[in-house]
């Protein structure tokens, strides 16, 4: 029940949120899918609070710091991902590159990731979570904060390249951070939910 419930809410929410932004809220196919992806997620919590082996321990989402490390978690592609689209169109629209071309300077960021990844644990030893947080967070900010400086002409390789890879390896340094901390955080039998939920 927890299951189905709980994979027919997301999948129904999924789904009115893309018809909402293709047709508006006003069509009942945008808004139905919502209400009833909404009446699924509230009869799977129902559902977790009554069952002895619960799918989600509801308690595990009261603890504070595995909420925290919820919200970094869900912080992380909130602020990179606005970031990153508006670059595909700025190099699209703005600069006028044509498609095959322009999509060979996104995987530096991918590639940055994987890089700031890897070094994540050895910060985490070094620094603690909480600073390797903030080394992360503050690579992000530095890479978002360069890309306003983007001329409206020219083709600014170097300084896109640059860009997504101080943001790519504070997203990677701090997807780790998050994600330690949030399993650590819970008890050690629901340290499998916990990393299923971030």
Known sequence: GGALTATAGLSLLVYGLTG????????????????????????????ER???????????????????????AAALPAATSPAMYLCVLYVQQV?????????????ALNLAVIAGSLAGPRLLKRLGARHT??????????????????????LPVVQLLTAFAVMGAGLGVASVASTQTGTEAADPEYRGVASGVL
């Open 50 to 72: 009554r069952t002895v082996d619960p799918l989600l321990p509801l308690g595990l989402l009261r603890s504070r710091p595995v909420a925290a490390a919820n919200l970094t």
């Open 20 to 47: 909402a932004g293709e047709r508006g809220l006003s069509q009942p196919t945008s808004w139905l899918p919502l209400v009833l992806g909404a009446v699924a997620l509230l009869i799977f919590l129902r559902h």
């Open 95 to 107: 600069l006028r590159i044509p498609t095959g071309r322009a999509s060979l300077l996104f995987p």
């Open 133 to 154: 947080l903030l080394v992360g967070f503050a690579g992000m900010a530095g890479g978002i904060s360069s890309l306003l400086a983007l001329p409206s002409e020219g």
